[in-house]
């Protein structure tokens, strides 16, 4: 059963750039889509983007100007940039695979926002 | 972006009763709609895609239906463990989009 997990920083500088890396484990990354969702505390979900094992993305068109994903399949890893984020970008973030499907998720790693 | 909106926000039930919550999109998304399951500090677990069609190992007393603009998700005898958060979610649009979950709790 693949297994995902989501890992960087919890505390990140307003302006500044929020890096996650999705580590894949128990499957391969080949052939599928990968996404990255984030949900800020006590609040719903939001699709930020993917990337398919090859290297297309699509990204949320409200973060696409900050948004880069990435993969890297002989890390079995893919990753997600945000520059200049603010408390609004405050949100546990969720890696999956699929798109627009999600059928597993990480665990989730909640990034701050504070100075 | 279409907006899914979910009815009620919060739903009260006895165990063993069924669940009926609803779903409705700003416009058509066909049967491209999914249903997820939150718990507590976990991620939200797939249930159904197309609308109706339960993910691999989700009990059959889950499911789903509806199309174009209007879905519902039945549970049809709420165990203890299916206490949680349901969100919507459709995929006929970019970008995707989630509703903003209903709370099934217990009465």
């Known amino acids: 059963q693949v297994q995902l997990q989501a890992s960087g920083p919890g505390l990140v500088k307003p302006s500044e750039t929020l890096s996650l890396t999705c580590t894949i484990s128990g499957g391969s990354i080949t052939g599928y889509y990968w996404s990255w969702i984030r949900q800020p505390p006590g609040k719903g979900l939001e699709s930020i983007g993917y990337i398919y094992y090859s290297g297309s993305t699509g990204y949320n068109p409200s973060l696409q100007s900050r948004v880069t994903i990435s993969v890297d399949t002989s890390k079995s890893q893919f990753s997600l940039r945000l520059n200049s984020v603010s408390a609004a970008d405050t949100a546990v973030y969720y890696c999956a695979r699929g798109s627009p499907v999600f059928d597993s998720w990480g665990q989730g790693t909640l990034v701050t926002v504070s100075s | 972006e279409i907006v899914m909106t979910q009815s009620p926000a919060t739903l009260s039930v006895s165990p063993g009763e069924r669940a009926t919550l609803s779903c409705r999109a700003s416009q058509s998304v066909s049967s491209n709609l999914a249903w997820y399951q939150q718990k507590p500090g976990q991620a939200p677990r797939l249930l159904i895609s197309?609308?109706?069609n339960r993910a691999t190992g989700i009990p059959a007393a889950f499911s789903g239906s509806g199309s174009g603009t209007e879905f519902t998700l039945t549970i049809s005898s709420l165990q203890s463990e299916d206490f949680a958060v349901y969100y919507c979610?459709?995929?006929?649009?970019?970008?995707?989009?989630f509703g903003q979950g209903t709370k099934v709790e217990i009465k």
């Open positions: 197309g609308a109706s």
């Open positions: 979610q459709q995929y006929n649009n970019w970008p995707l989009t």
